[in-house]
C-alpha cells in the first residue's frame, strides 16, 4: 500500500469552497492540466443528508511514448466515487480507474477543516493505493513495467495534484 | 531612529513560564508607558502592527517567534488601549519552491489562530498587498520600494524576533525579522544581493521607526544550520528593547558573538543612552556559526542561481505542512538529509556542513569568474542609487572639473599613438590613456542618437548605477549631472584573484558648441574603495562629414590584494604589455557599443537586476522544462537513429548501372526535366571557374 | 502595373513591395493571421490577410491584379515541419495559380530559387538550362520541394493557361526580413564564429533590393514559362567570408574545414538550439552542402535588363542591416568594427525609408 496526503490551504470559509468541489466540478476541470473534462454521472442525497456522487474524469496525462502507445484513450481516466456529509467537512472517495479496472485500489478521504480564523479553509487529502499483483500477473511481461508505470503516473502523481488544482481553481471560481 | 535614550531588559527565569517572563521583560522597559504615549499622540489611530518571525517550516519550531507569546502580547496591547492589532509579514522566496507559504496559510500552521486567549480576535496581513507607495528619498538604497501603508500609518510598531543563529550573519533577530515587511519574494536578491543590506536596515528604520523590539528566546535555535536546520535549545529568556538596535546588539553578546558579524547591524549612536537590566552574559552551552561557515555562505549567497538552487535542499521542511512545489527538490532534500542530520552539536556534524558550505562557495566563485570572463549576459545587473547629494557640492567644485582634466590631459602631449589610436602613460601609480575612434557617420547624426552625456553607461563593461540631472541649457541638454557607475573588475582577470565590482561616483559638467560636445568628470566618491580614481572626458567632434570621438581617462583602481602584492612595475615590459591590452579592449569594446547605440541597440551586458513582483522562475524549474522539451523534440528511437546515422557500413553513393569490361563503372544519366514550351537559355555571363 | 505580392513580410516579398512602389506600380501584400508587420506596415500599400493554403482567401485579394508574385515559402532548413515546407510550396502554389487565373490575372511570378539548377563539386557556373537531380538524397527537403514546385507550376500553367515566369534568386541578402533565413544566416554565423571558420566550394550572392527588382523585370518582360537567374556574383565561400569579416571588423577565415568537420559542428549546434531554444547557426542540412559550387549565371536576366549590384555592396547593405538586429548578440556587436561602406549602405536605407514614409504620409 501506498500511502500519500497532502494539505491545501485557501483563503474561502469552508462551506463555500466544499460546496464549489461538491457541486461544480464540471466547471473546474478546464483549469486542471492533462484533465479533458469531468462529468457528473450519478448524484444521490441521501436522507441521513450524505450527498453520493460519481464523476467521470478524462485524462490525457503527458506518459513516455511506449506507454502512451500501449494503452488507448478509453483508459485514461477514472471514476471517482464520492460521499459527502451533510456539513461538507468530509469526503470519502474511492477511484477506479479505467486502466486495469479492478486492479488497483485507490481510495481515500479529504477533510475539510476551518482555518485563518474562519476566513479560510485548510484541505487535507489523504488516500492509499496499490496494484493487484495477481492482476499485473496477468499482463504479458513485455507491458508489465509499462503498465506499472502508467499506473503510479495516473494514480501516483496525478491525483494528488490534481487535488492541490482543484482546490485553487474553487477558489478562482469563487472570486 | 533611536532616541536619545533607550531601554533594555533581558529576563531570564528557569521556573518562569514564558508569557511570564514576556510580561517581566515588557514592564522593565515601560512598555505599557510606551504603548499609552504613543497612541495618545496618534489621536483616533489606535492601530498597531506586529511583525513576528514567521520564517520556520515547522509547528513549533525554535526558529520562529512562539505564536502564544505573539498573541500573549497582543492582548496585552487590547488591554493597554490598543483599537486593532494586526500581524503582519510578506512572502519570501520559500513560497517559490514550497506550498502553503502565503502568509495566511502559513500564519494558521505554525500556530496563530487569529484569535487571543482572551478571545480577541486579531487579523494577520500581508504587508505586500496595500504596499502601493514608496517612502523612501530619491537617493536612498530603497528608492522607489513601496512599504504597507498599514505599517507606516499604524501607530505603534513592534517587532518580535525568535532567537536564533544565521549561517551568513551569525545571528537573525529582530533587524533580520523587520525585512520580512519588504515587498518582493526574492529578498535574498534585492536586498542583500542588490543592496547594502546594512543600508537598507538604515533606510527602513529611518521611514518605519519600531517602537519596541523583542527576542523570544525561551526556546532558541542554535548551532551552525542557522534558519535552515533549527535545533532547538532551551535558553529561557526573554529580550526586550525600546530599539531594535540595542535588542540585536544585547541577543548577540548573549550568543557570545560581536554585534558587528551582521551586515544589519551597526551601533547606535554613541549618545544615546540604554538603561539595561539583565545580564548579556552567554548563553551556557550556546553553539554558533563558526567563522569559515558564514564566510563560506556569505560568498555562496552572491551567486543568485546556486543559492535559489541550493536553498530547498538545505532547508528542514515539515512536508505535511509544506510540500514541495516540485518533486525533484524533494528528492534531493530527502536524499542529502541524511548527511546533515550528522548531529550538529557534534564536531563532526560541524564539519559536514563546513564543507557543504565552502564547496558551495568555491562554486559560487568559479560561476562568477567564468560569467564575468566568458558569459557577461549571465550576470544580473545591480540597481545603485546614487549616494551623493547636489547640496553637497560647492560651485567650486564644478567649476573646477573641466580645468583639472585639461590640466591631466596635457600630461599625455608627447606621448605617441599606436596603430590602434591609444596612448598611455603612468603618472602617480595612476594610468593616463586617451583613445580615439573616427565613425563616418556626420556629426548632427551621431549625436542626435549618441548623448554625450550617456557615454559612461555605454562604455565596456558598465553593470549598473544610476545619474541625476542637476542642470540643462536652454535646448534642454544635460550641463551638469552627479553619477554613479558599477563596472565588472577591471581587468576582468583580476576576478580570479578576488577582483571586485568597480564601485564610482561622480560629477560631470556638459559644454556644446557647434560641432562639438564634450563631457568631464571627477571621481568623488568610491562606495566600496574600489576605485582611487577615475576621471575623465569624452568628446565628440565633426570632423568633416565624419564624426571623431575621444576618451581620455585617469584611472586608479585598488586591485586585489594577490595582485597589489606583487609589484608588477618590477617587470616594465610585462606591465607595459598588460596595461596595453587591457586598455586596447576597453577602448575597442567601448568604441562598438558606441556604435551600436548608434543603432539603436541595448549594450547594457547582464540580465535585468531582480524586481519586486517579478519572480524568476527556479533554474530547477528551468532545468525541468528544458528536460520536458528534449523529451518532446527528440524521437524516442533518439538512440537507435543516432546509430543509424553514424552507420560506416553504408555507401553514401549511387550505385552503378553496370561495370564494362574494361572496369569503367556506368551510371543511369538523369533525365532531361524542360517546362512545356520553354526555351532553353545558353550559358553566357558571370563568373566562370 | 496592379500588383499582389504573396508572403508580403518576407524577405523578398518586403522588398518587392518596397521596389513596386518606387517604380510607381500599385501594390498590394498578402500576409497569414498573426504575422509580423513591422518592416511593412508603414509602406504605402494595401495588406490582406489570407493564407496561400486556403483558396477561398485568394480571390478578394487578387481581383483587379494584373500580375502576382508568390514569394510565399518556408525558406528554412530548420524549425519548420517538412510537411509544411511541402504544403506551403506545392499545395500553396497550386492555389495561386488556380486562383489567379479565376481573378484574370495575367502574369504569375513563382519565386523559386537556384538550388533547382543543382550544385556540384567542380567550379561551374550553372544556368536556367541545368536542373538539379531530384532523386538525390542530398537534394531532400527544402531542394526537393523546390524542384517539384516549379514542375507543379508549370503543369498547372499550362493546364490553364495562365502564364508563369519562374524567378530563381541566388543566396539573396538584406534587410526587412522578419525571420533570420539561411542566407542572412551565413553572414551571422560567420560574425558569431569565434573560430571563423570557412569551407570549400562557393556560393552566388546577391542583394535582395536587386532580387525585388528582378522580380518586376520579369513580370514586364520574362518569357512566360521560362526561368531566370537572379544572382550577381560567384564567389568561393573563402572570398565570401573575407568581405564579411572585412566589412564587419572582424577577423579573415583562419580554417577552411571539410564537409566532415561541418557535419559534426552542425550537429553540435543543431543540439545546441534543441537545449536552449534559440536557432542553430549551422544544421546538417547546410552542412550537407560544403564543398559544392553554387555558381549561376544571370546572363538570360541581364539581357532583359537586370543589373545588380556587387556581392560586396549586397553584403555591406546585409550587415548594415543584421548588426543593429537582435540576429547578432550583444557580445558579437562588440567586436565589429562597420566599415564605411556599411554605414554608407545603411545611411542610404534610411533615406530611402524616410523617403517613402514621406510619400505615404
Known amino acids: 500500500m501506498k500511502p500519500f496526503q497532502t494539505l491545501v490551504g485557501v483563503r474561502k470559509p469552508l462551506p463555500d469552497i466544499a460546496a464549489v468541489i461538491r457541486d461544480r466540478l464540471p466547471e473546474i476541470a478546464p483549469a486542471l492540466a492533462d484533465v479533458s473534462h469531468i462529468e457528473v454521472t450519478c448524484r444521490e442525497d441521501r436522507e441521513d443528508g450524505s450527498t453520493l456522487l460519481i464523476n467521470e474524469w478524462r485524462v490525457d496525462p503527458k506518459l513516455p511514448g511506449p506507454v502512451r502507445q500501449a494503452i488507448s484513450d478509453e483508459m485514461l481516466g ?66 508489465r513495467g509499462a503498465a506499472v508505470s502508467a499506473v503510479e503516473t495516473i494514480v501516483g502523481s496525478m491525483v494528488p495534484r490534481n487535488f492541490r488544482h482543484t482546490i485553487e481553481a474553487a477558489a478562482r471560481l469563487l472570486d | 531612529m533611536t532616541s536619545a535614550a533607550a531601554t533594555l531588559a533581558v529576563v531570564t527565569d528557569d521556573a518562569a513560564s514564558p508569557t ?26 489606535g492601530e498597531v502592527i506586529v511583525v513576528p518571525a514567521m520564517d520556520g517550516f515547522a509547528s513549533g519550531s525554535p526558529a520562529i517567534a512562539d505564536p502564544a507569546l505573539v498573541e500573549h502580547l497582543i492582548d496585552r496591547l487590547y488591554d493597554l488601549g490598543a483599537s486593532s492589532v494586526r500581524v503582519g509579514a510578506t512572502e519570501g522566496s520559500d513560497a517559490l519552491w514550497a506550498e502553503n507559504r502565503d502568509v495566511f496559510m502559513r500564519a494558521d500552521l505554525l500556530g496563530y489562530r487569529y484569535f487571543t486567549p482572551a478571545g480577541r480576535e486579531y487579523d494577520i496581513v500581508d504587508l505586500a498587498e496595500d504596499a502601493k507607495h514608496s517612502p523612501f528619498a530619491a537617493e536612498s538604497v530603497l528608492a522607489g520600494i513601496s512599504l504597507s501603508a498599514a505599517l507606516q500609518k499604524a501607530a505603534f510598531r513592534i517587532v518580535f524576533a525568535a532567537n536564533r543563529t544565521d549561517t551568513a550573519d551569525g545571528y537573525a533577530l529582530t533587524l533580520q525579522t523587520l525585512l520580512s515587511v519588504l515587498p ?42 542557522g534558519g535552515a536546520r533549527p535545533l532547538a535549545f532551551e535558553t529561557r529568556t526573554i529580550i526586550a528593547a525600546s ?40 548563553y551556557d552551552g550556546w553553539v554558533n556559526v563558526t567563522p569559515i561557515v558564514r564566510e563560506a555562505a556569505r560568498r555562496r549567497q552572491k551567486d543568485a542561481a546556486l543559492d535559489r538552487s541550493v536553498r530547498p535542499f538545505l532547508q528542514q521542511v515539515d512536508t505535511s505542512l509544506f510540500p514541495f512545489r516540485n518533486e525533484a527538490n524533494a528528492r534531493i532534500n530527502t536524499w542529502i538529509e541524511p548527511f546533515l542530520s550528522v548531529d550538529d552539536a557534534t564536531v563532526t556534524g560541524r564539519q559536514v556542513f563546513a564543507l557543504l558550505e565552502m564547496i558551495l562557495a568555491q562554486i559560487a566563485e568559479g560561476r562568477a569568474a567564468w560569467q564575468i570572463l566568458f558569459a557577461k549576459d549571465a550576470i544580473t545587473r545591480r540597481p545603485a542609487a546614487l549616494n551623493v547629494r547636489a547640496q553637497d557640492i560647492d560651485e567650486d567644485r564644478w567649476a573646477g572639473v573641466s580645468p ?50 550617456r557615454t559612461i553607461q555605454f562604455m565596456n563593461d558598465y553593470i549598473g548605477g544610476e545619474a541625476a540631472t542637476l542642470a540643462s541649457d536652454e535646448a534642454g541638454r544635460v550641463t551638469r549631472q552627479l553619477e554613479r557607475n558599477l563596472y565588472l573588475p577591471q581587468p576582468n582577470f583580476t576576478v580570479l584573484l578576488g577582483g571586485d565590482i568597480i564601485d564610482v561616483t561622480k560629477i560631470e559638467t556638459v559644454h556644446y558648441a557647434g560641432d562639438r560636445h564634450v563631457m568631464a568628470w571627477q571621481t568623488l566618491l568610491s562606495a566600496n574603495g574600489s576605485a582611487l580614481a577615475d576621471d575623465g572626458l569624452v568628446e565628440f567632434a565633426a570632423v568633416g562629414d565624419d564624426t571623431v570621438v575621444a576618451i581620455f581617462a585617469r584611472q586608479h583602481f585598488r586591485q586585489p590584494p594577490l595582485v597589489e602584492a606583487f609589484d608588477l612595475t618590477l617587470l616594465p615590459d610585462l606591465h607595459a604589455w598588460l596595461v596595453t591590452d587591457a586598455y586596447r579592449r576597453f577602448a575597442s569594446r567601448t568604441f562598438a557599443n558606441l556604435e551600436a547605440v548608434l543603432e539603436g541597440r541595448d549594450v547594457r551586458i547582464g540580465k535585468p537586476a531582480a524586481q519586486v513582483g517579478t519572480d524568476e522562475p527556479l533554474p530547477i524549474d528551468g532545468l525541468l522544462a528544458l528536460a520536458e522539451r528534449l523529451r518532446n523534440e527528440l524521437p524516442d528511437d533518439w538512440i537507435e537513429s543516432l546509430r543509424a546515422r553514424f552507420d560506416w557500413t553504408r555507401k553514401d553513393h549511387l550505385a552503378p548501372d553496370r561495370i564494362d569490361a574494361h572496369g569503367f563503372r556506368h551510371f543511369k544519366t538523369v533525365p532531361q526535366r524542360s517546362y512545356a514550351g520553354s526555351p532553353t537559355h545558353s550559358a553566357g555571363s558571370g563568373a566562370a571557374a | 502595373m496592379k500588383a499582389l505580392v504573396t508572403g508580403a513580410n518576407g524577405l523578398i516579398g518586403a522588398n518587392l513591395l518596397r521596389s513596386l512602389h518606387r517604380q510607381g506600380h500599385q501594390a498590394n501584400g498578402l500576409v497569414r493571421t498573426g504575422s509580423d508587420l513591422t518592416h511593412i506596415a508603414h509602406l504605402p500599400v494595401t495588406l490582406s490577410v489570407g493564407d496561400v493554403l486556403n483558396m477561398d482567401s485568394l480571390r478578394e485579394p487578387m481581383s483587379g491584379r494584373d500580375v502576382v508574385f508568390h514569394t510565399a515559402v518556408h525558406f528554412s532548413y530548420w524549425g519548420h515541419d517538412h510537411a509544411e515546407v511541402r504544403a506551403t510550396a506545392l499545395d500553396g502554389t497550386r492555389n495561386v495559380l488556380t486562383a489567379a487565373r479565376g481573378a484574370g490575372v495575367r502574369r504569375v511570378v513563382v519565386t523559386s530559387s537556384t538550388v533547382t539548377l543543382g550544385a556540384g563539386r567542380e567550379p561551374l557556373v550553372r544556368d536556367e538550362t541545368s536542373f538539379a537531380d531530384a532523386d538525390d538524397s542530398r537534394n531532400a527537403g527544402y531542394v526537393a520541394t523546390k524542384i ?211 510619400r505615404a504620409a
Not at chain 1, 471517482?80 to 470519502?92: F, I, K, N, Q, R
Not at chain 2, 517581566?24 to 483616533?44: E, H, Q
Not at chain 3, 539573396?172 to 569551407?199: E, H, M
Not at chain 3, 566532415?260 to 545546441?272: K, M, N, P, T, V
Request: proline content about 6%; overall charge neutral; some cysteine.
Open chain 3, 148 to 358: 517539384e514546385q516549379e514542375a507543379r507550376a508549370a503543369q498547372i500553367a499550362e493546364e490553364t493557361g495562365i502564364e508563369i515566369v519562374f524567378a530563381l534568386p541566388t543566396m539573396s541578402v538584406g534587410p526587412f526580413g522578419t525571420s533570420l533565413g539561411p542566407s542572412n544566416g551565413v553572414i551571422t554565423s560567420y560574425l558569431a564564429d569565434s573560430y571563423r571558420l570557412s569551407w570549400p566550394g562557393g556560393c552566388n550572392i546577391v542583394a535582395v533590393e536587386d532580387v525585388a527588382d528582378g522580380h518586376i523585370l520579369l513580370a514586364e518582360s520574362g518569357e512566360p514559362g521560362a526561368r531566370y537567374v537572379l544572382g550577381s556574383e560567384n564567389l568561393t565561400w573563402r572570398e565570401v567570408h573575407g568581405m564579411i569579416a572585412e566589412l564587419s571588423g572582424v577577423s579573415p577565415p583562419l580554417q577552411i574545414v571539410g564537409k566532415f568537420a561541418s557535419r559534426g559542428i552542425a550537429a553540435a549546434q543543431e543540439l545546441r538550439a534543441l537545449v536552449t531554444g534559440s536557432a542553430p547557426l549551422a544544421t546538417r542540412k547546410q552542412a550537407d552542402m560544403v564543398g559544392r559550387y553554387y555558381w549561376y549565371s544571370h546572363a538570360a536576366t541581364q539581357a532583359l535588363g537586370y543589373s545588380p549590384r556587387s556581392a560586396r555592396d549586397a553584403l555591406a547593405g546585409a550587415i548594415a542591416w543584421l548588426a543593429a538586429s537582435p540576429h547578432v548578440a550583444r557580445e558579437t556587436r562588440m567586436g565589429m568594427r562597420l566599415d564605411r561602406k556599411v554605414h554608407e549602405a545603411r545611411a542610404g536605407r534610411v533615406r530611402a525609408e524616410d523617403a517613402l514614409r514621406n
Open chain 1, 78 to 143: 477514472w471514476n471517482d466515487h464520492a460521499v459527502w456529509t451533510v456539513d461538507l467537512t468530509e469526503c470519502t472517495w474511492r477511484i477506479e480507474p479505467f486502466f486495469m479496472p479492478g486492479a488497483i485500489h485507490c481510495a481515500g478521504a479529504t477533510r475539510f477543516e476551518p482555518a485563518m480564523g474562519g476566513h479560510g479553509t485548510k484541505a487535507i487529502f489523504s488516500g492509499e493505493f496499490a496494484v493487484d499483483a495477481s492482476a499485473l500477473a496477468k499482463i504479458p511481461p513485455g507491458l
Open chain 2, 404 to 453: 583639472t582634466i585639461a590640466s591631466q590631459r596635457a600630461l599625455l602631449s608627447g606621448c605617441t599613438a599606436d596603430a590602434e589610436g591609444l596612448r598611455w602613460r603612468m603618472v602617480d601609480g595612476a594610468v593616463l590613456f586617451d583613445c580615439v575612434r573616427r565613425y563616418p557617420v556626420p556629426f548632427d547624426a551621431f549625436v542626435a542618437a549618441v548623448p554625450v552625456h
Open chain 2, 20 to 45: 511570564d517572563l514576556l510580561d517581566r521583560a515588557a514592564s522593565a522597559i515601560g512598555f505599557a508607558r510606551m504603548v499609552k504615549r504613543a497612541l495618545r499622540r496618534k489621536g483616533n489611530n
Open chain 2, 243 to 282: 530599539d531594535p538596535l540595542v535588542a540585536d546588539q544585547a541577543g548577540a553578546l548573549k550568543m557570545g558573538l560581536d554585534p558587528q558579524a551582521s551586515r544589519l547591524w551597526h551601533a547606535p549612536p554613541a549618545d544615546v543612552e540604554v538603561r539595561t537590566s539583565g545580564s548579556v552574559l552567554p
Open chain 2, 184 to 225: 518582493g519574494r526574492d529578498k535574498e536578491s534585492l536586498y542583500f544581493r542588490q543592496r547594502d543590506p546594512g543600508a537598507v536596515i538604515t533606510a527602513l528604520l529611518d521611514a518605519v521607526p519600531i517602537d519596541a523590539a523583542f527576542i523570544d528566546a525561551y526556546v532558541s535555535s542554535h548551532g551552525h544550520g
